[in-house]
């Protein structure tokens, strides 16, 4: 059956639980989310990696374990976001640590906007929002995570 818009099911979904990403090299993906992104790991199974500690998860599955990995996530438009503080200073990091920038900062008037890949070539996007109301914003908000 093609879905009309007509029909829906009522799954009663509460929220997004977990963003999974099929890898090719499951320690490199870890490394790059835990130690670069700076996720903490939640849990850990040996083809099953959960990362993160508030909202949805970023979960680590190595793809010969379910279906091949092909193409890029520019090809298949799958991309990961991650709020920021400072996103100038994480792109310099980032630089620094020798991670691909695939599109440099952006200014919208929501705020500012960077893409970076991951080892199996996923777009992240670190998003730096710019707050109208400064009560919004938290004091010492700098890098990845709040001061």
């Known amino acids: 059956m093609i879905y009309s818009g007509v029909f829906r099911i009522k799954m009663n979904v509460k929220r997004v639980g977990n963003v999974i990403l ?8 870890i490394k790059f989310y835990n130690e670069i992104i700076g996720l903490p790991i939640k849990q ?5 990696v959960d990362l993160g500690s508030k909202g949805a998860l970023i979960s680590l599955h190595p793809a010969s374990l379910s279906a091949p990995h092909e193409g890029t996530s520019i090809e298949n438009g ?14 310099e990091e980032l630089k620094s640590k020798g991670i691909k920038i695939y599109r440099d900062i952006v200014e919208r008037e929501a705020g500012k906007n960077v893409v970076i890949l991951d080892p199996d070539e996923y777009m992240i996007s670190l998003f730096e929002p710019i707050f109208k109301d400064k009560v919004e914003q938290s004091a010492g908000y700098q890098g ?3 001061a």
């Open 44 to 48: 850990q199974r040996r083809t099953w």
């Open 144 to 146: 990845f995570t709040p």
């Open 78 to 91: 799958i991309m990961v976001g991650f709020l920021v503080g400072d996103v100038k200073s994480v792109v």
């Open 22 to 29: 099929a890898v090719k090299d499951l320690d490199k993906s």
